[in-house]
Structure formats: C-alpha cells, structure tokens
C-alpha cells in the first residue's frame, strides 16, 4: 500500500519477437481518507455533577480503509469536557449547572485520516437545586 503523496510510478517493457519495448512514467497522488464523527452522550436526561459517558464514531468513508490515530476532543456548555485517545470510543465529562448543554467534539485528522467534527447535540441536564433531600423544591 502507498502512503498519503505522491508517487513516482514506472514501467519498462523490453519486448518480445512481435512486440517492441517500450517504457513509461506517471505519477500518482494519494490523499488522505475522509472521515465521518458522529456522538451521542448517556444518560439522557442526567444530573448536574453526574457523569455522563460521551460515545463517539468516527469512520472512515470509502475507498479509504484503516483505523485513525490521534484525538477526538469533546467540548460542551458548563463542563470542562473530556478527550478520547483512539482507538477508544468513549469519555466522561460532567456539567457543573443544570439546563440544557450543548455537545460537540472533534477530530484533527493524522497523516492519513481528514479532520472532522460532528454535529453538536443538546443534553439535559437536571439542576442540583431539584434534587436536595430527594424532593423537589
């Protein structure tokens, strides 16, 4: 397999008692792959300064083939995020208010994979203030 560049290609023939010889050169350029990152975050709904399992896939469109290195980064509202280390799938964060947040995450690409970002999600996430003493207030 050749790598992302490109190559140098080629080919000499020195023929036969019909053919003549012949030879040739081309080039040829490989790319990298493009990606697709998709996330979805569980529970939902969830409790403030609970943590909650932030699940990512990213794939690789053909014709590329291959397993991506590198980080997917997750950012979100009220929370410090977290960071998956592929080949892992998954994080925790928590979020330090209630309301509804706002997910999104990303990925840099590596020498031979595209950047992505996924398409933010929303999450609710249940205000401490409701759950003092297990009643609400």
Same mark, same amino acid.
């Given at each position: 397999?050749?790598?992302?560049?490109?190559?140098?290609?080629?080919? #000499?023939?020195?023929?036969?008692?019909? =053919?003549?010889?012949?030879?040739? @050169?081309d080039t040829h350029e490989v790319d990298r792959a493009t990606t697709l990152l998709g996330i979805t975050a569980a529970p939902d709904p969830?409790?403030?300064?609970?943590?909650?399992? /932030? %699940?990512?896939?990213?794939?690789?469109?053909?014709?590329?083939?291959? %397993?991506?290195?590198?980080? #997917?980064?997750?950012?979100? %509202?009220?929370?410090?995020?977290?960071? #998956?280390?592929?080949?892992? @799938?998954?994080? %925790?964060?928590?979020?330090?208010?209630?309301?509804?947040?706002? /997910?999104?995450?990303? =990925?840099?690409?590596?020498?031979?994979?595209?950047?992505?970002t996924a398409d933010a999600i929303t999450h609710q996430s249940i205000p401490e203030v409701l759950l003092r003493d297990g009643f609400e207030?």
């Amino acid at each position: 397999a050749l790598g992302t560049s490109v190559h140098g290609l080629s080919a #000499i023939y020195s023929g036969d008692a019909t =053919y003549l010889g012949s030879s040739g @050169t081309d080039t040829h350029e490989v790319d990298r792959a493009t990606t697709l990152l998709g996330i979805t975050a569980a529970p939902d709904p969830s409790l403030q300064g609970w943590p909650v399992t /932030i %699940t990512a896939a990213l794939t690789v469109s053909a014709p590329g083939a291959g %397993t991506p290195t590198g980080n #997917i980064v997750v950012s979100a %509202t009220n929370s410090s995020g977290c960071s #998956i280390l592929l080949p892992a @799938t998954n994080c %925790t964060l928590v979020f330090d208010s209630g309301g509804l947040q706002s /997910i999104s995450a990303s =990925y840099a690409g590596d020498s031979d994979f595209e950047a992505a970002t996924a398409d933010a999600i929303t999450h609710q996430s249940i205000p401490e203030v409701l759950l003092r003493d297990g009643f609400e207030l």
